[in-house]
Protein backbone atom coordinates (compact mmCIF):
# COMPACT_ATOMS: atom_id res chain seq x y z
CA UNK A 1 0.00 0.00 0.00
CA UNK A 2 1.90 3.43 -0.67
CA UNK A 3 0.46 6.38 1.14
CA UNK A 4 -0.06 9.57 -0.97
CA UNK A 5 1.52 13.03 0.40
CA UNK A 6 -2.28 13.70 1.92
CA UNK A 7 -2.56 10.68 3.68
CA UNK A 8 1.47 11.21 5.13
CA UNK A 9 0.22 14.93 5.87
CA UNK A 10 -2.94 13.82 7.69
CA UNK A 11 -0.68 11.57 9.58
CA UNK A 12 1.74 13.53 10.41
CA UNK A 13 -1.42 16.20 12.13
CA UNK A 14 -2.38 13.87 14.08
CA UNK A 15 0.86 11.96 15.37
CA UNK A 16 1.73 16.37 15.98
CA UNK A 17 4.64 15.86 13.61
CA UNK A 18 6.22 18.79 11.56
CA UNK A 19 7.04 17.14 8.84
CA UNK A 20 9.39 19.11 5.91
CA UNK A 21 8.79 18.62 2.18
CA UNK A 22 12.65 17.19 2.01
CA UNK A 23 12.01 14.51 5.06
CA UNK A 24 8.25 13.62 3.49
CA UNK A 25 9.49 11.44 0.81
CA UNK A 26 11.77 9.14 3.44
CA UNK A 27 8.51 8.82 5.75
CA UNK A 28 6.27 8.20 3.03
CA UNK A 29 8.61 4.96 1.79
CA UNK A 30 9.06 4.44 5.05
CA UNK A 31 5.54 4.07 6.35
CA UNK A 32 4.55 2.54 3.25
CA UNK A 33 6.83 -0.17 3.35
CA UNK A 34 5.49 -0.84 7.08
CA UNK A 35 1.91 -1.03 5.83
CA UNK A 36 3.08 -3.43 3.02
CA UNK A 37 4.38 -5.40 5.99
CA UNK A 38 1.58 -5.21 8.14
CA UNK A 39 -0.83 -6.14 4.73
CA UNK A 40 1.51 -9.34 4.27
CA UNK A 41 1.33 -10.75 7.89
CA UNK A 42 -2.49 -10.19 7.35
CA UNK A 43 -2.53 -12.44 4.51
CA UNK A 44 -1.21 -15.15 6.33
CA UNK A 45 -3.93 -17.63 7.14
CA UNK A 46 -3.61 -18.41 11.25
CA UNK A 47 -7.50 -20.55 11.00
CA UNK A 48 -5.08 -24.11 12.73
CA UNK A 49 -2.87 -22.13 14.64
CA UNK A 50 -3.29 -22.23 18.61
CA UNK A 51 -2.92 -19.38 21.07
CA UNK A 52 -0.02 -20.19 22.74
CA UNK A 53 0.26 -19.57 27.02
CA UNK A 54 4.02 -19.35 26.50
CA UNK A 55 6.58 -19.38 23.04
CA UNK A 56 8.57 -22.53 24.10
CA UNK A 57 6.35 -25.89 24.49
CA UNK A 58 6.84 -27.57 28.13
CA UNK A 59 8.40 -24.73 29.92
CA UNK A 60 6.38 -22.71 32.50
CA UNK A 61 7.55 -19.55 34.40
CA UNK A 62 9.12 -20.16 37.41
CA UNK A 63 6.89 -17.91 40.40
CA UNK A 64 8.18 -17.67 44.19
CA UNK A 65 5.94 -18.88 47.02
CA UNK A 66 3.12 -16.26 48.22
CA UNK A 67 4.48 -15.96 50.95
CA UNK A 68 4.30 -12.70 53.51
CA UNK A 69 8.12 -11.73 54.17
CA UNK A 70 7.51 -8.29 55.94
CA UNK A 71 6.02 -7.21 59.09
CA UNK A 72 2.76 -4.82 59.06
CA UNK A 73 4.18 -0.82 60.32
CA UNK A 74 0.86 0.75 59.45
CA UNK A 75 0.58 2.11 62.97
CA UNK A 76 4.06 3.47 63.04
CA UNK A 77 4.05 5.26 59.64
CA UNK A 78 0.68 6.56 60.87
CA UNK A 79 2.14 7.83 63.96
CA UNK A 80 4.43 10.44 61.99
CA UNK A 81 1.67 11.94 59.79
CA UNK A 82 0.06 15.38 60.61
CA UNK A 83 -3.29 14.08 60.73
CA UNK A 84 -5.23 10.76 60.56
CA UNK A 85 -8.70 9.48 61.08
CA UNK A 86 -9.97 5.49 60.94
CA UNK A 87 -6.62 4.48 59.95
CA UNK A 88 -6.56 6.91 56.52
CA UNK A 89 -3.75 9.79 55.63
CA UNK A 90 -5.76 13.05 55.93
CA UNK A 91 -4.53 15.92 53.19
CA UNK A 92 -5.64 19.03 52.52
CA UNK A 93 -8.21 20.31 49.65
CA UNK A 94 -6.19 21.25 46.89
CA UNK A 95 -9.59 21.72 44.03
CA UNK A 96 -11.99 23.47 44.67
Request: glycine share 4%.
Given at each position: MSLTRE???SIAAL???D???AEAPVYQASLSSILDF?????????????PMAHPLPGLSQRLR?????????HEQYQ???PQ????LYL????IE
Open positions: QLAARLITAIGALDAVDTASVKPDEVTETDHQNAVASGVPKV
